[in-house]
């Protein structure tokens, strides 16, 4: 499955690094960085982010 | 459990609820009761973006809410009782609704004015998005508006305003605002607003609104009075339980729950949300209750998860560490765990400008909160110590010796002194 982020939408809240810290993560400027590619094992991690996420700003497909 | 499951609550918590009672596999009826005609929308820009003007309505929909399977929202009409006895809900226009598990997630409201001048023209609180449309056109026409309250709403609306041009002043009986903060870090949130041009005065209640009709002063109670063209009542929020007053739960401001969010009366009521009360671990079991977003989320996830299971011993406790955030200026304020609950709050880091920093709270030598100031990945190491339990001396001192800390690379080195 693919993870997008819409950085427009993003405020850098961290709450999905918490839920999927293999997925997620911030830099040292507090900016997100993410893996497009996420294998199917880690979904649950995801949709978990997705719905955390204050945002509403990380999207699945697939 | 093939019964039909009732969430009372159509915001946040009553929406993550719903998600989660399909995803755990519930196939018969889900009703969820809602007491606006909206379906669950997000409410955290009620006070920023939407009254800036920079979303509308429809940009505050949560997605999702309009995507859970054979979900039937009743919209509109709110819930008027809980009829535990033949185990129904009970609408305010006398529609019942039959419930195996029944969530309960109606949330707060905004406390509003009771004293001298309730009912003038230009007073308003803020929680739903009407407030906020109705709020957003009274500040278009510029003038003066009077928040009464510094906390969260009153400050995030008091920094939206003045970036509007209009002319600002914030009241409050606290020395200082965002009082969960501690005197430190409250003081420095005054000296944020005060640089933006905002008007605090603290230490001194309101004693009355007054005008013919509509709101044209505040008068405080050290006798000054405030012009003012409208009016923001900040002063905090009431759990909606009255629609519960004869069902027999236990209601202490909230809903009482065990850590599985069942509620200590009766295995078929969950809560979740703002008017859960649960015990927490990390208050060292004291029962506490949280009106915050993510709060609202996992709750209604677990609440969800666990009205599935028939057995209460067989359900999950509610391990989530409680976090919640604000935006003022442009100062992003993240706090977790419970800092209302910390006896000490220390800066941990900061950058030597001040304007990054990391605090922790502590109570009774326990670590029970972190609050950054524009340091959101700084604060996740303290998050993960705040789930560990790392004592509140050990976090100071490894954090005073992480070159990855705020300020670490700026500060002077012993070696060569």
């Given amino acids: 499955m693919k993870v997008h982020v819409d950085m427009n939408l993003c405020q850098s809240h961290g709450e999905c690094v918490f839920a999927a810290p293999d997925v997620f993560d911030l830099g040292d400027d507090d900016v997100l960085v993410w893996k497009e590619d996420v294998d199917e094992s880690q ?7 997705v719905q955390v996420c204050p945002m509403a700003a990380i999207r699945i497909e697939g | 459990m093939g019964g039909p499951v009732v969430i009372v609550g159509a915001s946040l918590a ?6 989660a ?10 009703v969820i009761v809602g007491a606006e005609e909206h379906l669950p929308y997000t409410r955290p ?14 940009d505050c929909a949560l997605p999702g809410a309009d995507a859970v399977p054979g979900a039937d929202w009743r919209l509109g009409t709110p819930a ?6 033949a185990r129904e809900v009970v609408l305010a226009d006398g529609t019942t609704i039959a419930y195996n598990r029944v969530i309960l997630a109606t949330g707060c409201r905004a406390r509003t004015w009771q004293g ?12 739903d998005l009407g407030d906020a449309l109705a709020l957003r056109t009274a500040l278009q026409a510029g003038g003066r508006l009077v928040v009464v309250g510094a906390g969260f709403v009153g400050c995030e609306v008091a920094a939206t305003a003045a970036h509007r041009g209009v002319h600002v002043t914030v009241v409050d009986v606290a020395p200082h605002p965002m009082l969960p903060l501690g005197p430190e870090l409250g003081g420095l949130m005054a000296d944020l607003h005060r640089a933006h041009g ?23 109670d050290d006798g000054t009075s405030l012009e003012a063209d409208a009016v923001l009542v900040a002063t905090g929020a009431v759990p909606n339980v009255e629609w519960l007053a004869d069902s027999g739960l236990t209601i202490d401001r909230g809903v009482v729950a065990d850590a599985t969010l069942t509620s200590v009366d009766d295995p078929d009521v969950l809560v979740a949300g703002d008017l859960a009360c649960w015990p927490s671990a990390l208050a060292g079991g004291a029962v506490v209750r949280v009106e915050h977003w993510t709060n609202a989320v996992e709750q209604g996830r677990l609440a969800g998860r666990n009205a599935l299971v028939d057995d209460p011993a067989q359900r999950t406790p509610l391990t989530s560490v409680p976090t919640f955030w604000s935006d003022q200026h442009d100062r992003k304020v993240q706090a977790v765990g419970l800092p209302g609950a910390a006896d000490e709050i220390t800066i941990a880091e900061a950058t030597p400008d001040g304007e990054r920093l990391v605090a922790i709270g502590a109570r009774d030598g326990r670590l029970v ?4 100031f524009n340091a959101t990945k700084r604060l996740g190491w303290y998050r993960r110590h705040l789930a560990a339990g790392t004592p509140p001396a050990q976090v100071l001192a490894e954090a005073a010796a992480d070159p990855a800390a705020l300020g670490a690379a700026e500060a002077p080195t012993v070696a060569g002194t």
Avoid: M
Wanted: aromatic share 2%; no cysteine.
């Fill in chain 2, 14 to 19: 009553g929406l993550r609820a719903a998600q």
């Fill in chain 2, 116 to 127: 001298p001048g309730a009912g003038l023209d230009g007073v308003f609180t803020l929680r």
């Fill in chain 2, 21 to 30: 009672v399909r995803v755990a596999g519930h196939e018969g009826d889900l």
């Fill in chain 2, 369 to 372: 909160a972190a609050i950054a």
């Fill in chain 2, 198 to 220: 905002i008007d605090l005065r603290l230490g001194t209640g309101v004693r009355a609104l007054r005008g013919p009709g509509q709101v044209t002063a505040v008068e405080l």
């Fill in chain 1, 43 to 49: 979904r649950a991690e995801v949709e978990q982010a």
């Fill in chain 2, 45 to 58: 820009p009620l006070s920023k973006e939407l009254l800036r003007g920079d979303q509308e309505a429809a």
């Fill in chain 2, 80 to 85: 008027a009782r809980l009829d535990r006895g």
